[in-house]
């Protein structure tokens, strides 16, 4: 009896942690960071204000919900959005690229089917089997797969010069793209202002 109750608990805690689990998706972003202060690294407080590129002022509201998320994030690294009296300007670029097929469109297998159409040949100790092998979802009618592209650059005012500039890449089927465009904002500030040479891939999770 008392085994049984041990099982049918820990089968319960396991349904929790899995429910739980499932509640969250995983991001994954390569970060490319590169600085070159002309004066010391900025300090928590340092004022900034944002820049825009003539296409960016274009599609306005749009820009808005961006820069909202870049001053979050800019926020947390101890950046001050203050118009009147900037140190520095602030430039973000994001782009996201929406691709209509699957992904897996080559001659992968993916664990469940064939990937595409073929030909297959099977052999045992009971003889062949010929047959034909089709893709395990419709072509054309799956997810859509994103790519998404953000960089963001800090140019010193004082000298007009870039000082600090961050790119992030993320790519899969997630659609919350302002929820995914804020965790890559945080992994592209990760570090800052003078953050690790080379690529990194930075995980977060987010809610589903």
Request: aromatic share 10%; net charge neutral.
């Amino acid at each position: 009896m008392k085994r049984a109750l041990t099982a049918i608990f820990s089968i319960a805690f396991m349904g929790l942690f899995m429910a739980g689990c499932s509640g969250l998706r995983v991001v994954e972003t390569d970060v490319t960071a590169f600085y070159h202060w002309s004066v010391a690294p900025p300090a928590p407080g340092t004022a900034y204000r944002f820049e825009r590129l003539p296409s960016q002022q274009i599609i306005g509201a749009q820009h808005d919900a961006i820069e909202g998320l870049a001053r979050t994030a800019l926020a947390r690294v101890g950046m001050e959005l203050n118009p009147a009296a900037p140190r520095y300007s602030v430039q973000v670029r994001v782009s996201t690229l929406v691709i209509e097929r699957p992904p897996y469109d080559g001659s992968g297998y993916d664990g469940f089917g064939f990937a595409t159409p073929g030909v297959f040949l099977g052999g045992g100790n009971r003889g062949a089997a010929f047959g034909m092998s089709f893709p395990v979802y419709p072509m054309g009618f799956s997810d859509p797969y994103y790519r998404r592209e953000l960089t963001l650059l800090v140019r010193d005012l004082t000298t007009s010069q870039v000082v600090f500039e961050t790119r992030a890449v993320n790519d899969g089927i997630q659609n919350e793209t302002l929820a995914v465009l804020s965790a890559m904002l945080d992994a592209a500030l990760q570090g800052f202002p003078q953050p690790p040479a080379g690529p990194r891939r930075i995980t977060a999770q987010i809610p589903r």
